[in-house]
């Protein structure tokens, strides 16, 4: 599954993420606006997704000025900069993408040596992301037992990354190396992400799995058939709160209470040490009308994107640079130090 691709001749390839599972739309442009279109209405989705989109549209947004001195062409990429920033403003991963970006337009000498600059960059995000993400799930993997069974959130699959995964990586690697014996899937607000795009991923690889109302979680964790909880993050502050798909927390808590591993795996720039607590993370509210128009009464709603779990429940952040552990304030800048130098 390729969820996003630079093409030949300069326009960006996309699956249309709210049409699956029944439709495998793509969408194809050289328009930026349309990324920024497809961040905010969810087409694509995932933090790491997300910061590559971000990298692909400004390197489009270049192409479409005529700006003849590089002053010009970055007044116009921080104007779209901005636009892609205010669409999704929990996931650390946009603002990131886009800052490594801009860095590397503003390093540029003239407008056309930052058109290059740009595409290649974006490109160079997209494929640190796919080898992270090979890594996270072979680093997760490491920490379970053989014939075990796992419970995710949300979607950390191929579809919310460059390719392979976070969390949903870990599962890979886990059934890839003969330890997954099933795997529960939550159906997960905003948008059904688990239902609709985590089990269509597993059902297409043949990963055995178990979709789960969210409301049943707490009774399989109870009732012993879950060996771990591994979830993806959004953003993670640099005490380890963690920003992730709404519900997590509850997941966290029930996880605790009944002595099951909770597990978040995410790549270091999903980690924000200029954040120092998920008091401090900003939380995304939906459209009331994605919960109100399955029911089709008009009444207000509570749609939060995403909550914060503190850092007590989670048992250990897992990273392409390795695996964070308690302390988080120590370890997590232990793995920031690991970090290529791409990061800035």
């Known amino acids: 599954m390729i969820p996003i691709e630079w093409l030949p001749d300069g326009r960006v390839r996309l699956i249309d993420q709210t049409k699956l599972p029944h439709d495998e739309t793509y969408l194809e ?6 990324l920024v279109t497809a961040i905010s209405q969810m087409k694509v989705r995932g933090a790491p997704l997300i910061g590559i989109t971000a990298a692909y549209a400004l390197a489009l947004a270049s192409r479409e000025t005529s700006a003849t001195d590089r002053d ?12 892609l920033r205010a669409t999704r403003p929990t996931a650390v991963n946009l603002a990131w993408a886009l800052e490594r970006a801009l860095r590397v337009a503003e390093g540029a000498t003239d407008p056309q040596s930052a058109i290059d600059a740009l595409e290649t960059e974006a490109r160079r995000i997209h494929e640190e992301d796919v080898a992270a993400c090979h890594a996270i799930g072979a680093n997760g993997a490491s920490l379970l037992d053989a014939e075990t069974t796992l419970l995710t959130h949300c979607n950390t699959g191929s579809l919310a990354t460059g390719g392979y995964g976070t969390a949903l990586g870990v599962v890979r690697a886990a059934w890839e190396q003969g330890k997954l014996e099933r795997v529960y899937v939550t159906e997960t607000r905003p948008l059904l992400q688990g239902a609709r795009l985590t089990a269509w991923e597993l059902q297409r690889e043949g990963i055995p799995f178990t979709l789960a109302v969210d409301s049943a979680a ?4 109870r009732r012993g058939l879950v060996r771990a909880v591994v979830v993806g993050a959004d953003r993670i502050a640099a005490n380890g709160d963690l920003a992730n798909k709404i519900g997590t927390y509850t997941l966290a808590v029930l996880a605790g ?10 790549p270091t ?3 924000d040490p200029n954040t120092p607590s998920g ?5 995304e509210e939906r459209d009331p009308a994605e919960v109100t128009a399955l029911v089709g009464m008009g009444t207000t709603a509570a749609n939060p994107a995403f909550d914060v779990t503190p850092s007590r429940y989670v048992s250990a952040i897992i990273t392409e640079n390795g695996v964070a552990s308690p302390p988080y304030k120590e370890s997590l800048v232990a793995l920031l130090r690991e970090e290529a130098p791409s990061r800035g």
């Open 269 to 271: 720039s999903t980690i």
């Open 218 to 221: 707490g009774s399989l964790l």
């Open 29 to 34: 442009t050289s328009d930026y606006r349309d």
């Open 279 to 283: 008091d401090d993370i900003p939380i």
């Open 72 to 83: 010009e062409l970055m007044s116009r990429l921080r104007t779209a900069a901005e636009e």
């Open 257 to 266: 209470e009944n002595g099951v591993p909770f597990y978040a795996a995410a």
